[in-house]
């Protein structure tokens, strides 16, 4: 496990948001003198109904051979090809995280976090990547490709691409062109993220796991995040089982700014405690995610 973060307790977050919502929802309903969900539990009930869930890997899962860059135009570099030739089958996947929150509740932070079985697997490449951050705050649509060092080239509408290459550094202009110049094997179609300034954390490559973080107060509009990985894997090995953690961080300042003082101190102190912590260690307590295995047959 990558020591930046542990892997969260669902069930101790789904039992915690339950505690806060009854207890909210009952000091609400007395100070309203009804039963009807106030403002607040009405919120965290929405936050309960939340939902964040995986795509199917085995999908979009893609054996990259030497055959199918040349099919597209691309030659691969010499190290790769001759560890396609001897060692390794290299493998692309996509996979698709779907946050689909309810109308009232709000988010601040999307992670997704990436173990294979198998600890010979070596993660080639991951994105998107802390350097794409430029790119994805502009908002336009691009296609991600792989290119000949199987790590990640974008193509750009032609009207776009003049106001994209003035916004991104130097070292990633050389990855990115106009679609009617794209020299890649596409991936990801149509890539884009409906956000405002995007924080990205990503890390995993040479082991057999990886993370995102991606951050920004309006996380809740991301829709689908597609995240895509280049692994190899020994010639020998058929099959592999991936697991998947995913979870979005609780806003905690906007929650608490909408519990009312009078019912905010008729809560227990230990509730009082929890919100009370600093915003990031309390919505590691309040969280909506999930996790799944999947057992992937190598495509040959």
Not at 221 to 227: D, E, H, I, S, Y
Not at 255 to 272: G, W
């Amino acid at each position: 496990m990558n020591a930046k973060f542990d892997l969260p307790d669902f069930a101790q977050a789904e039992s915690l948001l339950q505690e806060l919502f009854t207890e909210v929802q009952k000091q609400e309903g007395v100070l309203a003198g009804g039963k009807k969900l106030g403002i607040t539990a009405r919120m965290i009930k929405d936050l309960q109904e939340t939902k964040v869930r995986f795509g199917n890997p085995q999908n979009e899962l893609i054996h990259l051979t030497e055959k199918r860059f040349k099919e597209a135009g691309i030659e691969l570099n010499n190290l790769i090809k001759q560890q396609m030739k001897d060692d390794y089958n290299f493998y692309y996947l996509t996979l698709n995280v779907n946050l689909r929150p309810q109308p009232g509740a709000k988010f601040w932070r999307l992670t997704c976090d990436l173990k294979f079985s198998e600890e010979k697997t070596m993660i080639q490449s991951i994105f998107p990547e802390h350097q794409w951050q430029p790119v994805l705050k502009i908002g336009v649509g691009m296609d991600i490709g792989i290119n000949h060092n199987l790590t990640w080239d974008a193509a750009i509408d032609s009207s776009m691409i003049t106001e994209v290459l003035k916004s991104v550094p130097a070292n990633l202009k050389a990855n990115i062109a106009s679609k009617n110049k794209f020299k890649a094997f596409a991936v990801i179609p149509d890539c884009k993220y409906e956000l405002g300034c995007p924080e990205i954390v990503a890390e995993g490559m040479g082991s057999p796991e990886c993370y995102w973080r991606i951050q920004d107060k309006e996380i809740q509009k991301v829709g689908t995040v597609k995240f895509g990985v280049i692994f190899k894997v020994p010639k020998q090995i058929k099959s592999i089982t991936l697991t998947g953690t995913t979870w979005a961080d609780i806003d905690i300042n906007w929650l608490t700014a909408n519990i009312s003082d009078i019912v905010l101190v008729r809560l227990p102190e230990r509730i009082q405690d929890l919100l009370g912590l600093n915003p990031e260690e309390a919505a590691k307590k309040f969280i909506e995610g999930h996790q799944e295995e999947w057992d992937l047959k190598l495509p040959r």
